[in-house]
Nanobody
Framework: QVQLVESGGGLVQAGGSLRLSCAAS????????MGWFRQAPGKERGVVAR????????YYADSVKGRFTISRDNAENTVYLQMNSLKPEDTAVYYC?????????WGQGTQVTVSS
């Protein structure tokens, strides 16, 4: 079982930056691939970025490439999402995800609102 707690969301003006954090419980954090997903009102939840267990491989949705950076600190059981050059269309609830095989865990989400 993995418990995930996101933090760092908030209200920011377009062009600004935010850094999301996701703290994970348990001693097996380093064995999980981690990801950030987001869900805007009236839309389905979709992947934003993912990172493998070691941090050596990352994936980004086309809409955030070059603006967002995912990273992890296995010693601190934490995954981060640095978000720069934010746009109003980035407004959503951001969720942290841990995945290992068929095991899939979600955090409660953190709201990010970008004003124009």
């Amino acid at each position: 079982q993995v418990q995930l707690v996101e933090s760092g969301g908030g209200l920011v003006q377009a062009g600004g930056s935010l850094r999301l954090s996701c703290a994970a419980s348990g001693r097996t954090f380093s064995s999980y691939a981690m990801g950030w997903f987001r869900q805007a009102p009236g839309k389905e939840r979709g992947v934003v970025a993912r990172i493998n267990w070691s941090g050596g491989t990352t994936y980004y949705a086309d809409s955030v490439k070059g603006r967002f950076t995912i990273s992890r600190d296995n010693a601190e059981n934490t995954v981060y999402l640095q978000m720069n050059s934010l746009k109003p269309e980035d407004t959503a609830v951001y969720y942290c995800n841990a995945n290992r095989g068929s095991a899939n865990y979600w955090g409660q989400g953190t709201q990010v609102t970008v004003s124009s």
